[in-house]
Every structure is written in C-alpha cells, then in structure tokens.
C-alpha cells in the first residue's frame, strides 16, 4: 500500500512562527506507526502543502525517519491508496453535513 499523509497538525503539530509555521517534533506515537508501516512493506510519501521541500526533508532527517518516508509531495496522485490527514472528509456517497464538521473541527482545536 501506498500511504500520503499530511505533516502539519497530522505527522507533527504546528505553530505560527512570523508569516510561516514551524514544524513541531513528531506527535506522540507517529514514529512507530511510521516504523510499522515501513516494516510491513508500505511506503508512505508525505504530503504536504508546503513548497519548501528541503525544510520538510530536514524535518524527517532530524527524526531519523529517513528511512520511513519515501518521498516528499504535493501533488495529488492516483498512485496513493489512500491519505491520511486532520482536515480530511471520508466521501461515502452521502453528501456530508457541515455543520456537523464544523462543530467537530472547532472540537479538534481546542484539544
């Protein structure tokens, strides 16, 4: 399997830092799901919204996750099972209630 995941506020937390935001340390237990998904076969490319690509590496090297991420993206690709991300809406055929999300969304925040 091919995983996309996002890195701010999913792979790592986030914080303003003048016009940017500066990338955290890893959340709690992202190192070892990362571990696990490399030791069962499954690549997993980061993706991101950033352009700053030499960042995001620097970013996985002084994790020592070099050798859990295949690639650095973003740009969407049907060659991706699936994505993994805190903004992400599952489309199951049902449109989806915004409000419902919003609240939800407002929720995550706080936390």
């Known amino acids: 399997m091919h995983i996309a995941i996002d890195l701010d506020d ?6 303003p830092m003048g016009a940017t935001l500066a990338i955290q340390p890893p959340r709690s237990g992202a190192v070892e799901w990362l571990t696990q998904q490399r030791n069962a076969g499954h690549k997993v490319t980061i993706f991101t919204a950033r352009t700053d690509f030499v ?5 996985v ?3 020592n996750l070099i050798s859990c991420i295949q690639d650095v993206t973003n740009i969407k690709s ?23 999300i ?9 936390q």
């Not at 960042?55 to 970013?59: C, D, I, R």
């Not at 919003?102 to 706080?110: G, K, N, P």
């Open 55 to 59: 960042e995001v590496w620097q970013w």
């Open 78 to 100: 049907h060659l991706f099972d699936c994505y993994i991300d805190d903004r992400a809406v599952q489309f199951t055929g049902t449109w989806p209630n915004m409000l419902e």
């Open 10 to 15: 999913t792979l790592a937390r986030t914080r």
């Open 102 to 110: 919003q609240q939800q969304r407002r929720a995550q925040l706080r």
């Open 61 to 63: 090297a002084a994790n």
